[in-house]
């Protein structure tokens, strides 16, 4: 998509070697020393702010919730949350307390925030301190007690089996942490999608930096999760699942891998299964140790996501694919994010709309500049060490367009 120029020159401090995927990892470069001669891409990258963590969040909620009033039934639809995503089959549909009739009427009044409503979103915690960052526009759904690997997978397989959905126009479960990582609202979230009707399925990007770094997410995957890439080369290859999209170029607009996605019943009835039967296919016919290795906690080394294996990570880049096989049909919506949008630097969003074009124009010049360009950006953000680490393995020898 065309971009502005930005205004903006930032520090030329060198940088530390961190991982690509996440905007922490430009931030880390304000801790560098400066260099006795700048580097003309790093005086002009800007860099990311690096969203607070978890702890000082939950210390931050803590505090704040210990020195405000008690309120009831604060910001949830029901009287009775949800206690996991297995329980969703056989909880009674919640009703909203009958001592709170004001309450009522207001959620009534609020898209998404009422079991309702005509479009429901539903938003995952699972400790009590995340309850006081949820949205009062979503529905709390509490999935503390689910041990699922598929993560917030299970929860939308859940969710379609239960009464909670019924006559539903559009829906969707998003994480606790929406708005920390999107900078959007969850009435902002509602507005851009009633403002854009007739579609069956609405997602987003909150990571817009990987459309202008990486030919799609897959090999994004691989900067992430060790070995990734020859894990998923096997995936597709027992799934019969297209295996040149592991190497084209993706335009920008189809990235997605965050879950946060809303749709129809119509769309979640077609998605889920195709999904269901991916991973089941994919856990019949691979080679045991291959296997083995998707199941294992290899995936999340750092511990950045509890522990989680592979699955979650293939699971949810699972969705582009499944709109060009299986889904041709469904009408998809990006929502953009005008807050991660502004914290692209000028290099960014240049690579970002030199791929597109190159994409659009079906250009393998143009699309070979941009190869080039991307590489100098991430030796000059990420430093040698990741670029040998990384760069051979993420930069296919044949120019292919998704």
Same mark, same amino acid.
């Given at each position: 998509?065309? *971009? @502005?120029?930005?205004?903006? +020159?930032? $520090?030329? &401090?060198?940088?530390?070697?961190?991982?690509?995927?996440?905007? /922490?990892? =430009?931030?880390?470069?304000?801790?560098?020393?400066?260099?006795?001669?700048?580097?003309?891409?790093?005086?002009?990258?800007?860099?990311?702010?690096?969203?607070?963590?978890?702890?000082?969040?939950?210390?931050?909620?803590?505090?704040?919730?210990?020195?405000?009033? *008690? @309120?009831?039934?604060?910001? +949830?639809? $029901?009287? &009775?949350?949800?206690?996991?995503?297995?329980?969703?089959?056989? /909880?009674? =549909?919640?009703?909203?307390?009958?001592?709170?009739?004001?309450?009522?009427?207001?959620?009534?009044?609020?898209?998404?925030?009422?079991?309702?409503?005509?479009?429901?979103?539903?938003?995952?915690?699972?400790?009590?301190?995340?309850?006081?960052?949820?949205?009062?526009?979503?529905?709390?759904?509490?999935?503390?007690?689910?041990?699922?690997?598929?993560?917030?997978?299970?929860?939308?397989?859940?969710?379609?089996?239960?009464?909670?959905?019924?006559?539903?126009?559009?829906?969707?479960?998003?994480?606790?942490?929406?708005?920390?990582?999107?900078?959007?609202?969850?009435?902002?979230?509602?507005?851009?999608?009633?403002?854009?009707?007739?579609?069956?399925?609405?997602?987003?990007?909150?990571?817009?930096?990987?459309?202008?770094?990486?030919?799609?997410?897959?090999?994004?995957?691989?900067?992430?999760?060790?070995?990734?890439?020859?894990?998923?080369?096997?995936?597709?290859?027992?799934?019969?699942?297209?295996?040149?999209?592991?190497?084209?170029?993706?335009?920008?607009?189809?990235?997605?891998?965050?879950?946060?996605?809303?749709?129809?019943?119509?769309?979640?009835?077609?998605?889920?299964?195709?999904?269901?039967?991916?991973?089941?296919?994919?856990?019949?016919?691979?080679?045991?140790?291959?296997?083995?290795?998707?199941?294992?906690?290899?995936?999340?080394?750092?511990?950045?996501?509890?522990?989680?294996?592979?699955?979650?990570?293939?699971?949810?880049?699972?969705?582009?694919?499944?709109?060009?096989?299986?889904?041709?049909?469904?009408?998809?919506?990006?929502?953009?994010?005008?807050?991660?949008?502004?914290?692209?630097?000028?290099?960014?969003?240049?690579?970002?709309?030199?791929?597109?074009?190159?994409?659009?124009?079906?250009?393998?010049?143009?699309?070979?500049?941009?190869?080039?360009?991307?590489?100098?950006?991430?030796?000059?953000?990420?430093?040698?060490?990741?670029?040998?680490?990384?760069?051979?393995?993420?930069?296919?020898?044949?120019?292919?367009?998704?």
């Amino acid at each position: 998509m065309a *971009t @502005k120029s930005s205004k903006r +020159a930032i $520090s030329s &401090k060198t940088t530390k070697v961190v991982k690509p995927s996440s905007r /922490a990892h =430009l931030a880390s470069r304000a801790k560098a020393s400066v260099p006795s001669k700048p580097k003309p891409i790093a005086i002009a990258a800007k860099a990311v702010l690096k969203p607070a963590p978890k702890t000082a969040v939950k210390t931050a909620a803590k505090t704040v919730a210990s020195k405000a009033p *008690t @309120k009831t039934a604060t910001k +949830a639809a $029901s009287k &009775k949350s949800f206690r996991s995503s297995v329980e969703l089959n056989i /909880a009674p =549909l919640p009703t909203t307390a009958k001592s709170e009739p004001k309450l009522e009427k207001d959620l009534v009044k609020k898209p998404g925030g009422s079991l309702q409503s005509p479009l429901r979103v539903f938003q995952i915690y699972y400790e009590a301190w995340q309850r006081e960052l949820l949205d009062p526009h979503f529905i709390a759904l509490d999935n503390s007690k689910s041990n699922s690997e598929m993560l917030e997978f299970s929860v939308f397989e859940q969710l379609a089996k239960s009464d909670y959905i019924q006559d539903a126009e559009l829906w969707g479960a998003l994480s606790w942490r929406f708005t920390e990582k999107t900078g959007m609202s969850g009435a902002d979230w509602i507005k851009a999608i009633e403002s854009q009707p007739n579609h069956d399925v609405y997602f987003c990007n909150p990571y817009p930096e990987n459309e202008a770094l990486f030919h799609n997410m897959w090999l994004h995957g691989e900067t992430r999760h060790p070995q990734f890439l020859a894990l998923v080369q096997a995936l597709f290859a027992v799934t019969g699942l297209p295996e040149q999209e592991l190497s084209s170029i993706l335009v920008s607009d189809q990235f997605a891998a965050a879950n946060y996605i809303v749709a129809t019943p119509k769309f979640w009835n077609a998605y889920l299964p195709w999904v269901t039967q991916v991973m089941s296919a994919a856990n019949k016919k691979l080679p045991a140790k291959v296997r083995d290795l998707m199941h294992s906690k290899q995936a999340d080394e750092d511990e950045l996501h509890k522990g989680a294996t592979y699955v979650p990570f293939i699971v949810e880049r699972l969705f582009p694919i499944f709109l060009k096989v299986a889904g041709q049909s469904f009408k998809a919506c990006k929502i953009a994010l005008p807050e991660r949008e502004r914290e692209l630097n000028v290099h960014l969003k240049l690579l970002r709309e030199m791929k597109d074009v190159a994409h659009k124009t079906k250009s393998i010049w143009l699309a070979a500049c941009w190869v080039n360009y991307r590489n100098l950006y991430l030796t000059q953000v990420n430093g040698k060490e990741w670029c040998t680490k990384h760069l051979r393995n993420i930069t296919p020898t044949e120019i292919k367009f998704s």
